[in-house]
T-cell receptor, first 113, second 114 residues
Framework: KQEVTQIPAALSVPEGENLVLNCSFT??????LQWFRQDPGKGLTSLLL?????REQTSGRLNASLDKSSGRSTLYIAASQPGDSATYLC????????????FGGGTRLMVKP | GAGVSQSPSNKVTEKGKDVELRCDPI?????LYWYRQSLGQGLEFLIY????????KSGLPSDRFSAERTGGSVSTLTIQRTQQEDSAVYLC????????????FGSGTRLTVV
């Protein structure tokens, strides 16, 4: 059974810092990995999607890497801003029957002005 | 539509009543998923529809939960005889169904059973 773990569970940083969120998964048989952002009381907003054949994806101040063989992904946020405060979730899509996403528990990020 | 639409956004119901939650996926997306997020918890898979195939119901927590998808588009999640532990945010997502497809989520329905 696929298990996805995110570390740290919570993170508080001053504005302007560069930071790294970690995601690990136990089964490397995946199609892709997706990073989401969730604001309190809201749905999920997709940030980056990395296919299993890719090593990284970038969007603005965000960069996500994928090392499928070791079961790890990182989300790098450059020059953090208070507006980045949210919960960040990673999810892997299995390539077995069902094709469901398995989510990590999330990292709750607070960026202080 | 431009995104995944869910209704209602909030629902308060009395214990024992039935509720229906609706999801309108992105036009052309063949895959549709329901997830549940309880307070302070992670996302729990409920059910998955792909085209005309039989749905994957392996995540439904009890036989009080059911879902259907009419015409390959709109989906309805029904919870019968609601219990307080059913209180959660119910999230719907859709994708175009290909192996490399990402998911687009709706804003969710917050269900409160009193």
């Amino acid at each position: 059974k696929q298990e996805v773990t995110q570390i740290p569970a919570a993170l508080s940083v001053p504005e302007g810092e560069n930071l790294v969120l970690n995601c690990s998964f136990t089964d490397s048989a995946i199609y892709n990995l997706q990073w989401f952002r969730q604001d309190p009381g809201k749905g999920l907003t997709s940030l980056l999607l990395i296919q299993s054949s890719q090593r990284e994806q970038t969007s603005g101040r965000l960069n996500a890497s994928l090392d499928k063989s070791s079961g790890r992904s990182t989300l790098y946020i450059a020059a953090s801003q208070p507006g980045d405060s949210a919960t960040y979730l990673c999810a892997v899509r299995h390539n077995n029957a069902g094709n469901m996403l398995t989510f990590g528990g999330g990292t709750r990020l607070m960026v202080k002005p | 539509g431009a995104g995944v639409s869910q209704s209602p956004s909030n629902k308060v119901t009395e214990k024992g009543k039935d509720v229906e939650l609706r999801c309108d996926p992105i036009s052309g997306h063949t895959a549709l998923y329901w997830y549940r997020q309880s307070l302070g918890q992670g996302l729990e898979f409920l059910i998955y529809f792909q085209g005309n195939s039989a749905p994957d119901k392996s995540g439904l927590p009890s036989d009080r939960f059911s879902a259907e998808r009419t015409g390959g588009s709109v989906s309805t999640l029904t919870i019968q005889r609601t219990q307080q532990e059913d209180s959660a945010v119910y999230l719907c997502a859709s994708s175009w169904g290909g192996q490399g497809a990402g998911y687009t989520f709706g804003s969710g329905t917050r269900l409160t059973v009193v």
